[in-house]
């Protein structure tokens, strides 16, 4: 018992040492940071997140250029490594969606012209991200050692509105490269309408997911590392992009 209580105070002094977390916005510190930056406290006008007019897969506060192909390709591969490593130490539950899962389930990795990295999360695990880790600064070391990078885990603070509205505040939370800007998007899934569609979850950007093709997750390997996937992935690739992007093997030709 001893033992097992010593370790767990090592794990948690470890993972401390290499997290700095600041809490989510205070209800007074957020109406302050909203007036300063856009006048105004209505969500429909205020956009969270922000990135270059030609280049939206970069958050505006890390840009510098856009980087090459192999740059790119390297920042995905740590950065996805980085951010499935960091919920497993937590042990908090993330999957991989859309064209991220897509990749998965042709060869494991990314797709290496796919831009975009993203990652799901349930609400639950979404404000716990925000009241807790918001803020975090994560200082990642690859397994060979040959690779230090830091990232930032920055959480939308409108996340307690689950509707669309403007579409400005789509994106719940991103895990930022703190080199060069580039990101993993991350979406947390509501049940919106219990009412009427029970055990339907959806993201702000409207899309339903039944909480059975959810759950229970598969556990999996995705760029070397451990990661989940939905239950029903087929399914849900096969909503998303239809069946012909599970058999096509060109992009563009």
């Given at each position: 018992m001893r033992l097992s209580i010593c370790a767990t105070a090592i794990a948690a002094a470890t993972l401390l040492q290499r997290c700095i977390a600041a809490p989510l916005f205070s209800s007074s510190s957020l109406e302050s940071t909203l007036k300063a930056r856009d006048g105004n406290t209505d969500e429909g006008d205020f956009k969270y997140f922000h990135e270059p007019k030609q280049n939206q897969h970069y958050d505006i506060r890390y840009f510098s250029e856009v980087v090459s192909d192999e740059e790119r390709i390297d920042t995905q591969l740590h950065m996805i490594r980085a951010y499935l490593k960091f919920f497993n130490e937590l042990e908090l539950?993330?999957?991989i969606a859309h064209g991220t899962l897509l990749g998965w389930w042709w060869n494991g990795k990314s797709l290496p012209w796919d831009y975009d990295l993203d990652?799901?999360?349930?609400?639950a695990t979404l404000h716990h991200l925000g009241q807790?880790?918001?803020?975090?600064?994560y200082v990642y070391v690859s397994a060979d050692g040959n690779v230090r990078r830091q990232y930032l885990l920055d959480v939308?603070?409108?996340?307690?509105?689950?509707?669309k509205?403007?579409?400005m505040n789509v994106i719940d939370a991103r895990w930022i490269d703190t080199r060069n800007g580039l990101y993993v998007d991350i979406t947390g899934?509501?049940?919106?309408r219990p009412d009427t569609h029970p055990n339907v979850w959806r993201c702000k950007n409207e899309h339903n997911y039944k909480v059975t093709d959810l759950y229970p997750m598969r556990e999996t390997i995705f760029e070397g590392v451990p990661a989940k996937v939905p239950y029903e992935y087929d399914?849900?690739?096969?909503?998303?992009?239809r069946e012909s992007a599970l058999v096509n093997t060109t992009f563009h030709g």
């Open positions: 539950d993330t999957w990652a799901q999360v349930s609400n807790s880790y918001n803020q975090t600064k939308n603070p409108w996340i307690r509105e689950r509707v509205g403007k579409g899934l509501s049940e919106t399914k849900i690739l096969v909503e998303e992009y």
